[in-house]
């Protein structure tokens, strides 16, 4: 897989996160009726993204870690919840990993080492 598609798969992957963390904070399955402050929970992967439009290598190791927090509160909406929201959970832990491993493979293969 080249940087391009990499970065292209990273990005499209970040915008699905974005999107569903939206949905099912605000409309889908929110925590409380009438949507919740869990929304807030957006604004890291907001800041993530011009990082990601210009393909910086040090928004993509950064990332890598912060997309834990993602995977562990969908895990656990995924376990504790019933319903639409323990799918929505599901939904943002497999999305969570998978940018795990597109920062990884990105960070990992556009190295000044890797380069030549």
Do not use: H
Not at 15 to 39: D, N, Y
Not at 84 to 97: D, H, I, Q, T
């Amino acid at each position: 897989m080249s940087l391009r598609n990499l970065r292209l798969a990273s990005l499209a992957c970040l915008l699905g996160l974005i999107a569903l963390c939206l949905a099912t904070e605000l409309w889908l399955a929110p925590v409380r009726p009438g949507g919740s402050w869990l929304v807030l929970k957006v604004l890291p992967l907001l800041a993530a993204l011009r990082g990601f439009l210009y393909a910086r290598r040090y928004t993509y190791q950064w990332m890598s870690l912060l997309i834990w927090f993602y995977f562990t509160a969908g895990v656990l909406r995924a376990w504790g919840d019933k319903g639409l929201a323990a799918w929505l959970g599901g939904s943002e832990s497999l999305l969570a990993l998978l940018l795990f491993a597109l920062c990884c493979a990105f960070a990992y293969y556009s190295a000044p080492s890797r380069q030549a």
